[in-house]
C-alpha cells in the first residue's frame, strides 16, 4: 500500500448550480445550493485513500462547525487527521463555486489554511517517517510550499506538486519536485518565457499539463506525449484535477511506469466528474480498474 502525505488546504464548498453564468453586475436566479467538503489538499487526500493509499492530512481547520465537518469527513474517507490541527478563534476556509454551462467559477477564501507554515510542518515531521510520495498544492502560504520542497529533497522523498491556483514558482521549488502537474493556464503563468513544447522539453518526465477533455500532455524524453482523457457525460468538473493528481500520485507511488500512471490518472478523473459534488464523484480503486 502506498503512503502518501498530502500538505494542502480544507474547505467547505458552497456550490451553487445555474443555467447560466452571470456577467459583471448581472443577477440570475439558480437551481440549486448546497455544501459539501472540499480544498484542493482535502480533495487529493480523499481521492487518494479511496484509490487505495495510506493517507495522512497535514493541514488546518478552523474552530467552527465547518472544521468539525471537515474532520469528520476525513475519518470518513479513512484519512488520517493526526496533523490537521484546529486554529482557535479562526474561521475554515471556504470556496465558492458557481456551477453553470458546464463549467466552474470559483472564489476561495482561504482563512485556516494560511497557517498552514513552515513551522507548522516543522512540528509534523514525524508524518514524514517512511513516506513514498507528498503531495501540496498552492491554496497555502506560499513559502510553506517552498519549506516542503526542502523538506522532501533533503529526506528523499518524492514532491508531487500540483501549481493551484496559479501563481509564479521559485526555480528551486520546481528543481526540487519530482512532478509538477499544471493545467495550461497555470502552465502559462509558471513558464511565460517558454513555449508550451519548450518548457516540457526542459523538463521531461517532470511537468505534466492537464488539457481538460483533450488530456495529458508531457514530454518523454524523446517525444512530445499526449495521453487523452475519456469520454464521458460531465455532471460536475469541480475537483476533476484533484482526482487526476491524487490518482497518478497513487500509481506512481506503486512503481507503475509514467504512461500507464497518466493513464490511471485520466481514467479517475473521466469518473470524477460523472457526479455532483469535489469529492462526490471520485471513485474507488475497484471502480477505476473495473473501467481501464
Sequence with gaps: ???????GSSSIDLVVTSSKRPGAGETVLGDSFTTVPGGKGANQAVAAARLGADVTMIGRVGDDHFGEAILNNFTFNRVSTDYVEPVTHMESGTAHIVLAEGDNSIVVIKAA?????PDYIDQSMNAFQGVDMV????EIPEETVTHVSRVCKKLGIQLLLNPAPARPLEEEVIENAAYITPNEHEAEVLFSELSLSDALRKYPNKLFVTE???????F??????????YKVEAVDTTGAGDTFNAAF?????????????VRFANRAASLSVTKFGAQGGMPTREEVEAQM
Design 1 to 7: 500500500m502506498a503512503k502518501i502525505i498530502v500538505v
Design 212 to 218: 481538460g477533455s483533450k488530456g495529458v500532455r508531457y
Design 135 to 138: 503531495m501540496i498544492q498552492q
Design 249 to 261: 500520485a497513487v500509481a506512481l507511488a506503486e512503481g507503475k511506469a509514467i504512461a500507464d500512471s
Design 113 to 117: 489554511n494560511n497557517e498552514v507554515t
Design 220 to 229: 518523454d524524453g524523446e517525444n512530445e506525449v499526449l495521453v487523452p482523457s
